[in-house]
């Protein structure tokens, strides 16, 4: 049974840091890509980062690029999201989603997914 569980989201004041870490469980992390979605109230779910299984490839949405940062220990099973310069409309739940093979931005690629944490960007 695969398990992806999120942590370390919290309260944070606009400017500030946190880290998401997402551990996986009953598959082979090395052939899955990762990928972290949020969902602010009242929108949709949307791709913020995904990373493909060795690490060397990385995406981003634009309004996070130079602020986060995606990476992974397969050795763990665990991937991260660092989160810098947080932003009032970084508010959201963030998700942690794993897909086969082939990293990709599309939420509907992704076949598990997380619980999600909040995070909160105080002004």
């Known amino acids: 049974q695969v398990q992806l569980v999120e942590s370390g989201g919290g309260l944070a004041q606009a400017g500030g840091s946190l880290r998401l870490s997402c551990a996986a469980s009953g598959l082979t992390f090395t052939t899955y890509a990762m990928a972290w979605f949020r969902q602010a109230p009242g929108k949709e779910r949307a791709f913020v980062a995904a990373?493909?299984?060795?690490?060397?490839?990385?995406y981003y949405t634009d309004s996070v690029k130079g602020r986060f940062t995606i990476s992974r220990d397969n050795a763990k099973k665990t991937v991260y999201l660092q989160m810098n310069s947080l932003k009032p409309e970084d508010t959201a739940v963030y998700y942690c989603?794993?897909?086969?093979?082939?990293?990709?931005?599309?939420?509907?690629?992704?076949?598990?997914w997380g619980q999600g944490t909040q995070v909160t960007v105080s002004s």
């Open positions: 989603a794993a897909r086969r093979i082939a990293v990709s931005r599309l939420l509907s690629d992704y076949n598990y």
């Open positions: 990373i493909n299984w060795t690490g060397g490839t990385t």
